[in-house]
């Protein structure tokens, strides 16, 4: 019994330290702007564009940091359900629910400003954009896979797929 419950804390604790690299949702782990600037490179993006892009992606900004400090705050919550002597099984599903109800409202806004974005480039960028994997997000497989360079820190991400920055 002893051996059972300390292999299921084990995975449990580990699937929250995993939760962590979910809560900040793609691409924001290499710091606010390297991505942004490495993609307008890119694009050939004129002055304006530049700043509408910009401001876009500093509005989203804005908008997701709530949403994640929300999910950072609800992970600990999860993780204090989890390591109690009996675990609440209503409070850590309610927790985790709440964990994916912040996370797809997260998506939303981030698939809200990439739809404003594409509307700010020339059918030419959107084309390139395309041809870059903008779009195609995290996933697994050929068109979208776990994909990195290895290692952290910037250019270097821990496989987030294609995207502006590779």
């Not at 497989?141 to 290692?151: A, S």
Request: proline residues 5%; glycine residues 14%; aromatic residues 6%.
């Amino acid at each position: 019994m002893k051996k059972i419950t300390l292999t299921l804390t084990a995975v449990a604790l580990g699937l929250l330290l995993a939760s962590q690299a979910f809560a900040w949702g793609p691409g924001s782990g290499r710091g606010h702007g390297y991505c942004r600037e490495a993609g307008l490179e890119r694009l050939n993006l004129t002055d304006d564009q530049k700043a509408k892009v910009e401001a876009l992606q500093t509005a989203n900004w804005k908008a997701i940091k709530p949403l994640r400090e929300k999910m950072f705050d609800k992970t600990v919550e999860l993780r204090r359900l989890w390591l109690q002597a009996n675990p609440d099984k209503d409070k850590i599903t309610a927790a985790q629910r709440e964990l994916r109800t912040l996370r797809d409202e997260m998506q939303d806004k981030n698939t809200a400003m990439r739809l404003e974005i594409r509307k700010v480039l020339t059918p030419e960028q959107n084309e390139k954009l395309a041809d870059m994997g903008w779009g195609r997000g995290p996933g697994f497989g050929p068109r979208g896979g776990m994909r990195g360079r290895g290692g952290y820190g910037p250019g270097n991400g821990p496989g987030l797929g294609m995207g502006m920055c590779q």
